[in-house]
């Protein structure tokens, strides 16, 4: 069983029919570890903000969306300090945004790897060798089971 932190991108996969659904539902279905930090609530229910002011969601759908994002299984962990700091350090050292390294510093914390469907995450990551381990796309994290 492996352990996974599901970053935003995937957990909005899983409440909203959209490319890679599927294998957001292969995922949150299997019986891997899922973690992720509470800071994926605050950015899916963005998500679900301009999904609605897009016209692709209607306001029901969208809080709908939320309440079922709620019900996923898996652990959400809080963001403290500590975490934050860790994920500033992360995103200095490959120059990538700290919202998304909070997401690799949990997976550090919690010796999983980040599952995702953001390729520019991805490579921004994989750039490094001592972090490349940390992060597996979306499609090889389905293909695993």
Same mark, same amino acid.
């Given at each position: 069983? #492996?352990?996974?932190?599901? !970053?935003?991108?995937?957990?909005?996969?899983?409440?909203?029919?959209? =490319?890679?659904?599927? &294998?957001?539902?292969?995922?949150?279905?299997? !019986? *891997?570890?899922?973690? #992720?930090? +509470?800071?994926?609530?605050?950015?899916?229910?963005?998500?679900?903000?301009?999904?609605? =002011? +897009?016209?692709?969601? !209607?306001?029901?759908? =969208?809080?709908? #969306?939320?309440? !079922?994002?709620?019900?996923?299984?898996?652990?959400?962990?809080?963001?403290?300090?500590?975490?934050?700091?860790?994920?500033?350090? &992360?995103? &200095?050292?490959?120059?990538?945004?700290?919202? *998304?390294?909070?997401?690799?510093?949990?997976?550090?914390?919690?010796? =999983? +790897? $980040?599952?995702?469907? *953001?390729?520019?995450? $991805?490579?921004?990551?994989?750039?490094?060798? *001592? &972090?490349?381990?940390?992060?597996?796309?979306?499609?090889?994290?389905?293909?695993?089971?």
């Amino acid at each position: 069983m #492996a352990a996974f932190v599901v !970053d935003a991108s995937i957990a909005c996969k899983a409440v909203v029919e959209e =490319a890679g659904s599927v &294998l957001a539902h292969t995922l949150f279905s299997g !019986d *891997d570890r899922l973690v #992720a930090p +509470s800071y994926v609530l605050i950015e899916c229910a963005n998500a679900l903000r301009k999904k609605a =002011a +897009s016209g692709g969601l !209607d306001r029901a759908s =969208a809080v709908a #969306a939320y309440d !079922d994002l709620v019900g996923l299984p898996f652990e959400l962990v809080p963001v403290t300090s500590t975490l934050t700091r860790d994920a500033l350090e &992360l995103a &200095l050292a490959i120059g990538h945004p700290v919202q *998304d390294c909070i997401y690799l510093a949990v997976a550090r914390e919690q010796a =999983a +790897s $980040v599952v995702t469907a *953001d390729m520019a995450f $991805v490579r921004a990551v994989r750039r490094h060798r *001592d &972090l490349a381990a940390l992060i597996v796309p979306i499609t090889e994290a389905a293909a695993r089971r």
